[in-house]
Antibody, heavy 117, light 107 residues
């Protein structure tokens, strides 16, 4: 069965960086794009970007350009999302989600990133 | 960016009620519209994709309709497990954008 398992919660100081992982299993990793979506406490869902696990190409939301980097490791079927220059507004749950066609059919369990001094 | 606007923002309903949630896009998205359900402290779950296709395993009381700019999610007979927040999302163009959510509460 398809599973996306994310790394554990992180606490970071303002200005630092955080790297969240998402390990995929149960399907052919390189055949499905992976998206990242975040959700601030009590707020809605915000799309961050996408990575093609096959070639590694990426596309990021304008809001995060220059601060976000999405990478993958095909040997471990894992994608990574790194966000730098963290500020308090980046406190959120970060999700990876598999793209099937034009929708997100499987989601990771979420990783809480807390930015606090 | 394409703006997605849901209405209402919240609603109260009873078990067995028919519930309708609407979603409007700021421009035509044809049928590139998906619906997700989210329960507290859980990841979103795909319910409907391509405006009207039911995701595998989702109960048939959920249905979606619409095209262009106006879309609807209908729950034919609300069940206790359906109390949650529902989001629409467009995948017509990047950045993919979500509606602000509709919270369905128990009356």
């Amino acid at each position: 069965q398809v599973q996306l398992v994310q790394s554990g919660a992180e606490v970071e100081k303002p200005g630092a960086s955080v790297k969240v992982s998402c390990k995929a299993s149960g399907y052919i990793f390189i055949n499905y794009y992976m998206h990242w979506v975040r959700q601030a406490p009590g707020q809605g869902l915000e799309w961050m970007g996408i990575i093609n696990p096959s070639g590694g190409s990426t596309s990021y939301a304008q809001k995060f350009q220059g601060r976000v980097s999405m990478t993958r490791d095909t040997s471990t079927s894992t994608v990574y999302m790194e966000l730098s220059s963290l500020r308090s507004e980046d406190t959120a749950v970060y999700y990876c989600a598999r793209r099937a066609g034009a929708h997100l059919d499987y989601w990771g369990q979420g990783t809480l990133v807390t930015v606090s001094s | 960016d394409i703006q997605m606007t849901q209405s209402p923002s919240s609603l109260s309903a009873s078990v067995g009620d028919r519930v309708t949630i609407t979603c409007r896009a700021s421009q035509s998205i044809i049928t590139y519209l998906n619906w997700y359900q989210q329960k507290p402290a859980k990841a979103p779950k795909l319910l409907i994709y391509a405006a009207s296709s039911l995701q595998s395993g989702v109960p048939s009381r959920f249905s979606g309709s619409g095209s262009g700019t106006d879309f609807t999610l209908t729950i034919a007979s609300l069940q206790p497990e359906d109390f949650a927040i529902y989001y629409c999302q467009q995948s017509y163009s990047t950045p993919w954008t979500f509606g602000q959510g509709t919270k369905v509460e128990i009356k």
